[in-house]
């Protein structure tokens, strides 16, 4: 079965960090671009980085300097490293495919509280 599977969410405090991880099965993560996105309950899926299959990275203005993207082929998983994290951080995140989108997974709760 082809699927992303999101894990690494948690709470933390302001200023924080929390590495979140995006692992694939049933197909061979190194040939596809990896897409982070995140939706916050009524709100359109927001885009937030890319991880490219040739190692490059992009990422929207409201994360960068502060989110690292990052992959492991071995280990068939793309990591979302978030370090200095703000309250507006707070909803689900999500991984998918940069063509062929697989179904959307459970994803994975971020929540940013003091």
């Known amino acids: 079965q082809l699927q992303l599977v999101e894990s690494g969410g948690g709470l933390v405090q302001p200023g924080g960090s929390l590495r979140l991880s995006c692992t694939a099965s049933g197909f061979a993560l190194s040939v596809y671009d990896i897409n982070w996105y995140r939706q916050a309950p009524g709100m359109t899926r927001e885009w937030v980085a890319k991880?490219?299959?040739?190692?490059?990275?992009e990422y929207t203005n409201s994360v960068r300097g502060r989110f690292t993207i990052s992959r492991d082929n071995f280990k068939n998983t793309v990591y979302l490293q978030l370090n200095k994290v703000e309250p507006e951080d707070t909803t689900v995140y999500y991984c998918n495919r940069g063509w062929s989108p697989l179904t959307w997974g459970q994803g994975t709760q971020v929540s940013v509280s003091s």
């Open positions: 991880s490219t299959e040739s190692g490059g990275a």
